[in-house]
């Protein structure tokens, strides 16, 4: 069942879907393997609303080592891993060494983004400031693809590879799920004094998981910035970024795989077809709606869609008479 | 050297008149979180939609600015009763986390709505107060303006939580909340008093940014971050710190941003912020 979808999803691009529907379904893929990312820490009590600099990292490095240097993306990759890990290192180590944890850990990492956004700004000559910077073009005399260059135009091409970037993120959820270090932080999570207690290295295992998220944020910041040949400050980092990371989750539910990946197909496709219904009259509803939503969410529905779903479909099988 | 000296000087003492607006904006964020123990995410917009009362107010009503600003006081104190009733009550007894996140949905709500009502264009109140000179410096007057009323709003603030009965409550509450019931104190009541009074707060911030600024739907995002950190960087709840820690931050956002660029400015207080949170978690003045 679960393998039959995974082969119709694999397969629609070669039915002839439109380009716009496959640039939905891209994005839909691509921030759902970002959110997946960030919801590897957020479910087990590390709220962080600094993974918009990890993002801006990723794709500000490489945008501006293969415009600057002709360094090919492949290596600038790299390059972003390196600064992101760096990056989480200096300033997850000290949150986690000193217990800055909840609200605290939240705002700390919002410093972050913000200073990720505000040095994209303010180095302008190089970055293009607000304006943003677009990667110099691979593809000359009619050319669709570089490989060197990560630029493909053909979509197809793109929602294949976030496709398996995608596969790849829910994989690695997976493996952190069924990991000792999961339920360390579950413990963690609970009462950190006690995890310590029985010999749990909080700090260390606080550290890998954050490493593992930050770095597949990273992967998608490259992605993002390769797939829309674009980047702007505001897009890849900052405040608002993060939030809609946070807030992409939470409507999906963060405690389920798949949780991340319906968030981001929900905010994705409410805005797709808002403006469908109302045309561009009004410029803000999707979101306005949305936020307005997302306040009822975290009222009444606190594990999101998908959470919630899973929850009413175990009580509807529970009271039947087969399993009494 | 002479003249950078002068205008070092002129940038320490600018720093100093932005301080006082950054001491008011936390202010009331700090009250709210001392009483209630919830960080309004959102605090920022509410303050975006004071300057929006203020503008429809005069500019379109014709209102003279005097009547206008306290109409928008009034205002935006009563949408923080709002925002208390319908959103932060219900998830009082919630996780710390979700307290905090549904105020950052309020937020998203917000700054769309005012996009969808009031449109993307900046406006502005169209009123400019001179500048004013002294010696080779220059300071605008509503700058000065802003640092006076912020000062004052302070001194009003302390007054009534130090000398009437119902400040008296507000800061029994914050020092225990679950003895205070039986001392015959409502939290209930007193929760709407103080989210009442920190709207108002926002709504004087309101009153004294719009003279200064361009008014858009975004501008909650220009100062919002800043004053959660000033209240962490103060120590969450403190008032004190929270004053501290606004004219610390004030100081490096504007020599900083004299000596290499207004952004550096920013990315140096921000980085401050981060080392300080590693050697003091609790914030300046905080206690564990």
Redesign the interface.
Known sequence: MKYLALALLAATPLFGVGNYPLHLMILVLLWGYIYTSWSLMGRL?L?SFGHGAFMGIGAYVVVMLWNHYGVSPWLGVLAAFGATAVTALV?GY??FR???V???F???T???S??AR??I??LRDQTGGSLGATPNSALNEGASASLFALQFSDKRVWFYIVLAAWLAGLWIWQLVDRSMGRIALQAIAEEEEAAASIGIHVTRTKLQVTMISALMTCAGGVLYAQYQLYVNPDAVS???IS?QM??GV?AGGMFVRLGPTVGAAFTILLAEALRYFFGNK???????I???M??L???FM?KGILGAAEAGWRKLTAKSPARA | MEIFDIFLLEAVLNGLLLGGLLALLSLGLNLIFGVIDV?WICYAELIMCGMYAVYYLHVQYHWPLLLAMPCAIAIVAALGVVLHQF?IR??LG?E???Q???T??????????A??VFG?EFKNLGVALPAIAVGEMSFSASRLLAFGVALAGMVAMYLFLTRSYLGTAIRAISQDRAIMPLMGVSPTRIFVVTSALGGALAGLAACLLVLQYDIH?AIG?SF??IT??IC?LGG?GNMLGGFIAAFLFAQFISVGGFVF?L??G??IA??F??AV??WR?QGILGSK
């Open positions: 009590g709220v300033i000290p949150c000193f217990k800055i909840g609200h605290y939240a705002l700390v919002l410093a972050l913000e200073v505000l040095i700004v303010a900052g405040i608002a939030l946070v807030f939470i009004f410029p803000a509803l999707d979101t306005t949305y936020g307005a997302l306040v969410f975290i009222i606190p | 960080v959103v219900p998830v919630a710390p986390i979700n905090l996140l549904v950052g949905g309020v937020l998203f709500f917000l700054q769309a709505a996009t969808l993307i739907p995002l919002g971050p959660f950190l962490v969450l660029h952004e550096w920013y990315v921000f980085v912020f981060i949170m590693f978690p």
